[in-house]
């Protein structure tokens, strides 16, 4: 496409461009809809048996994708993903679009395989991962086993296992290997040994003290997991996400001996909605928008009641103050027995869910908009004067934090009781006596 018919399908609206995508998918007898964001038209293709995984050789029965503009498809998951844009609208029949897949994964493995020759050339036992889809072979040294991978664009020492030591993951700042320079195995150990330094991420900053039992932590990544560090380390701070881009981030947490995922889906735009899950389902749910939101981990401590340990100051920097871990001052601590209220205002009221939002002490809407389906909704809380509010007995109070029930509409105390910290408390809720 020229830099002229690029400017003109830019300024064509996007509902035009998706009835021409629509109507030639239809036409090869592929369905499509709107996806969750209703701009992005997604569909699922269903192949014949000539398309086939490009690592492992096996057939692939189908795969999602998403159009862009009016005349491309993007896979959505591997290995067809790795394909890149293919072009739809210059085929007359859906055998033929299956056909260019084909050939594009059958250039994609042609790709791998060539890097797998490389390394072979090197006398390296190499194979192709079907995971990452990349050539694999490993270093052995006298010390240390370097694990190496190929793609199509480089190659790179991905992890490395020191004999008798803890292995790690290579610094993602450190350069790609040129097989070419290498006359012989032995001369690229020999630079694997010597670059192991340069190899190791620099150590992560030292905490001011040990987290604290039943504080929520973090668990690394799987090793072969992409990362949004590995994103921005390859394209930069500055890449932008199309603004149609399905986006679903993934963070995984342990608090006790419970496992945790925390799971973010873009919705449209900034807004996402986000999922806290664990061992019997949602913990806690709602949708919320980027510039409002305080933080994966804080989000996770706060649902469950749990202590936030932030990362140590930098030497010499003041404490920081506020949040979930600040002192209470003593006159506005609730104590056990007292009632308290949050008042909220319902923004919109459907079928199966409400939106609503906390309103401060002047009445006036404050915070993040929630959802709840509208079931839970009215079961929690009552109308009282024109709003809605939420009532909660508090049962005890304890370092900074209050254990509570949540009272239902007849002011009887329902589910087990909960955990939050008093600043959170403080901040959301106000006594009965002081709501009217």
Do not use: C
């Amino acid at each position: 496409m020229s830099e002229g018919e690029h400017t003109i399908i830019g300024k064509i609206p996007r509902e035009r461009l998706n009835q021409i995508a629509s109507r030639k998918l239809s036409a090869l007898g592929v369905p499509v809809r709107l996806a969750a964001d209703r701009e992005t038209l997604e569909g699922e293709l269903a192949f014949s048996g000539r398309v086939v995984h490009p690592a492992t050789g096996q057939p692939l029965a189908r795969g999602r994708f998403v159009v862009v503009g009016h005349d491309k498809l993007r896979f959505v998951d591997p290995p067809l993903a790795s394909v890149g844009e293919l072009n739809f609208y210059e085929h007359e029949r859906s055998t033929s679009l299956e056909q260019a897949l084909a050939q594009a994964l059958a250039r994609h493995a042609a790709a791998l395989q060539d890097v797998a020759a490389r390394m072979r050339a090197l006398r390296l036992e190499a194979a192709l991962d079907p995971e990452r889809l990349a050539a694999r072979a490993v270093v052995k040294t006298a010390t240390h086993a370097f694990e190496i991978l190929g793609g199509v664009d480089a190659v790179r020492v991905s992890r490395v296992a020191p004999v008798g030591g803890q292995p790690f993951e290579v610094a993602p700042g450190f350069p790609p290997l040129e097989l070419s320079e290498y006359a012989s195995p032995t001369d690229l150990e020999i630079y694997l040994v010597n670059a192991v330094p340069r190899m190791q991420a620099a150590p992560a900053p030292v905490r001011a003290a040990a987290t604290p039992p039943g504080a929520v932590v973090a668990t690394p990544p799987p090793r072969n997991a992409l990362t949004l560090a590995a994103l921005a380390r390859v394209f930069g701070e500055d890449a932008i996400l199309a603004p149609n881009a399905m986006v679903e981030l993934v963070q995984e947490f342990v608090y006790g001996n419970t496992r945790l995922r925390f799971v973010a889906a873009r919705e449209v735009g900034t807004r996402f909605k986000g999922r806290l899950i664990g061992p019997n389902g949602d913990v806690w749910a709602d949708r919320f928008e980027l510039e409002n939101f305080p933080g994966t981990r804080k989000v996770v401590a706060l649902a469950l009641g749990a202590p936030d340990v932030e990362a140590a100051p930098e030497e010499g920097a003041p404490p920081a103050g506020g949040g979930a871990g600040a002192q209470v001052p003593s006159h506005l601590m609730p104590h056990a027995g007292e009632v308290w209220v949050m008042n909220v205002v319902v923004e919109e009221a459907g079928q199966d869910e409400v939106r609503y939002v906390g309103t401060d002490i002047d009445g006036k809407p404050y915070g993040a908009a929630r959802v709840l389906k509208r079931s839970d909704f009215e079961a929690v809380f009552s109308q009282e004067r024109g709003g809605w509010r939420l009532l909660i007995q508090i049962d005890q109070v304890q370092e900074g934090h209050v254990i509570y029930r949540q009272l239902d509409r007849q002011r009887q105390p329902m589910g087990a009781p909960r955990k939050m910290s008093a600043a959170i408390l403080v901040a959301n809720f106000v006594p009965e006596a002081a709501a009217y």
